[in-house]
């Protein structure tokens, strides 16, 4: 008997090897979401991974070999480690397509039921487990523990369960070694290996998001004077020097603006653009990954790139130029350099975006706006990006939505240089402010909103109620360890408009109240340089009667409060 138990033994072991390779071929090719360490499969692919675990676990039922009139098998790895990586949804399903299946094929059998009741329940029980591995659902200890205590609750189920128990008994004595060591050393195994994976998947995008932010910060002080020859050419040799391709090119509208690699003796700078696809780009603003040098259509006919990523350059609502990574024979262009071009883009198209911040401040040297526009903290700026940064490798829809956040503030102090905007234009901008804010802080950055019906439409002041929030969250929550709640509140009361920001912060005295408000002095480094301006503004437009109003308790809070008369709105 103990050679044929260690024959069976070795038969799973050698049957288990390949079907490891197929479950994790067929696991790297489905398109089941950014699965990943610690994270599960998103709700629409989590059919899907059942499905997949299920068929796989049917394939375990003949991983052995019939023993006794019933299967030694390897259904135990499949529908652990399924239950183990996507929850309860997919331990439930691979459980009852695997145990059904099991079912099935044998009714009648006697240990039909126990066996197929035994793979119901791994993999449903495995997915509960799952449920609370902080940190880390793909555990190998976890694996293990439960293999052990699952497998050997399998065997004692055909003891109790299949009739009769003589026979019971002999099959249990042949399989329950073979069973219980293969399908939790098996269950280790692919856990682990899937732990691997996807551990290597998230440090090559977190090596990338490095590449791509270490990029940023060196052309930002290029970009910032605009899209020019000189300007694109330092930025073209940044992404030579950091990223291996054939050749890095930048282009305006209309020309040539910067060309390093294969290809420069016709791709010359200064000369109008040559291919048919940069145009196209330019046209319809649509990145593109081109495989072939008919699909590029340089009019070179000597022309060695035959692959291109060309994404395009915006600025504003403008598409302004393209930059375009080429490929060659021997320098092969990947998915992975259309995902960092299309990185680089972005974050080109907002660096672009921010030189406007300096042409308008030239265009409004002797106007108030251009104290507030000034307030764009570079801190702050970098802070959200690292912020989005640290988010791509754990959460990367949320790297995403922040990203997007933050573009859309920048925009909109972009857009703030003709003296007024809708005031649901300056609250959507706020909630950007926010919304990175509250991803750097957590719970210690809290809001509340009230707004009354109608109020977004009516025209203020550019850049007056984001100021005094954005002093109420860094002097206000902040000074506190537990943080604060910022409440902004918009009524309509009596012809006019009342706006009030209110913290739970540490508050002010009176002293610290008079300097915020102070008037003289240097306003540059002037942490308050937004609320005194604000302050100005509002007596300018409306008069004194409008200005800010302070009601401050030091270790309570501050509320602020201005009204904007809806005539004077209307003149606007």
Aim: aromatic share 6%; charged share 20%.
């Amino acid at each position: 008997m103990f050679e044929y138990i260690l024959t069976l033994l070795m038969t799973l072991v050698g049957r288990f090897g390949a079907m490891l390779a197929i479950g994790l071929f067929v696991l790297t090719l489905a398109p089941i979401g950014k699965l990943g360490v610690g994270r599960r499969p998103e709700r629409q692919y989590r059919w899907m991974l059942g499905l997949i675990f299920g068929l796989l676990g049917i394939m375990g039922t003949y991983g052995g070999d019939i023993v006794l009139g019933s299967y030694a098998n390897l259904r135990g790895v499949y529908v652990i480690t399924g239950g183990l990586l996507g929850g309860p949804l997919v331990g439930f399903l691979a459980g009852l397509i695997a145990g059904g299946h099991r079912f099935l094929i044998d009714i009648g059998g006697f240990s039909t039921i126990p066996c197929a009741l035994a793979t119901f329940l791994e993999g449903t029980a495995a997915g509960y487990v799952s449920m609370h591995l902080k940190g880390n659902n793909l555990s190998w200890r976890a694996a293990l523990i439960f293999g052990l205590v699952s497998e050997s609750i399998h065997q004692l189920m055909v003891l109790v369960m299949a009739k009769p128990f003589d026979q019971a008994l002999e099959l249990v004595k042949v399989i329950a070694l073979p069973m219980i060591a293969v399908n939790t050393f098996g269950a280790v195994l692919f856990v682990q290996t899937l732990h691997l994976l996807f551990e290597y998947r998230s440090n090559r995008d977190s090596s990338r998001i490095s590449q791509v932010m270490e990029i940023a910060n060196k052309t930002v002080a290029h970009l910032r004077f605009g899209l020019n020859e000189e300007s694109a050419m330092n930025t073209a040799r940044i992404i030579w020097d950091h990223v291996p391709v054939a050749a890095v090119d930048l282009a305006g509208p209309e020309t040539v603006l910067a060309h390093l690699g294969v290809g420069d003796d016709h791709h010359e700078p200064g000369q109008p653009l040559r291919t048919k696809a940069t145009r196209k780009v330019l046209s319809t603003g649509e990145p593109v990954f081109l495989r072939s040098k008919a699909a590029i259509g340089c009019d070179n006919p000597d022309c060695p790139l035959d692959s291109a990523v060309i994404v395009p350059l915006r600025k504003g609502g403008l598409i302004v130029g393209c930059l375009k990574l080429y490929g060659t024979e021997d320098i092969q262009l990947h998915k992975v350099h259309f995902e960092l071009a299309k990185g680089l883009g972005d974050l080109f198209s907002t660096q672009l975006e921010l030189q406007d911040i300096q042409t308008q401040n030239q265009l409004l040297a002797k106007a108030e706006i251009r104290r507030l526009q000034t307030q764009i903290n570079p801190h702050f700026l970098f802070n959200a990006l690292n912020t989005i940064g640290a988010f791509t490798r754990t959460k990367p829809e949320r790297a995403r939505s922040l990203l997007a956040e933050l573009a859309m503030y920048m925009r909109r102090n972009l857009d703030a240089g003709d003296g007024f905007t809708r005031l649901g234009a300056e609250l959507d901008q706020i909630r950007s402010y926010l919304k990175i804010e509250q991803a750097r802080f957590g719970d210690r950055v809290r809001s509340q909103w009230e707004l009354d019906q109608g109020v977004e439409n009516i025209m203020i002041p550019s850049l007056i109620i984001q100021p005094l929030v954005e002093n109420g969250v860094k002097h206000g929550i902040l000074g506190k360890v537990e943080g604060g709640t910022i409440a902004i509140r918009i009524t309509l009361h009596e012809g006019t408009l009342r706006v009030e920001i209110e913290d739970d912060g540490v508050g002010m005295t009176r002293e610290t109240l008079n300097n915020v408000l102070a008037s003289t002095g240097e306003f540059d480094g002037d942490d308050h340089i937004g609320v005194r301006n604000c302050n100005q503004r509002l007596e300018q437009v409306y008069g004194p009667q409008h200005a800010l109003s302070f009601t401050s308790r030091p270790g309570r809070g501050t509320l602020v409060s201005f009204t904007v008369p809806l005539a004077a709105e209307a003149a606007a």
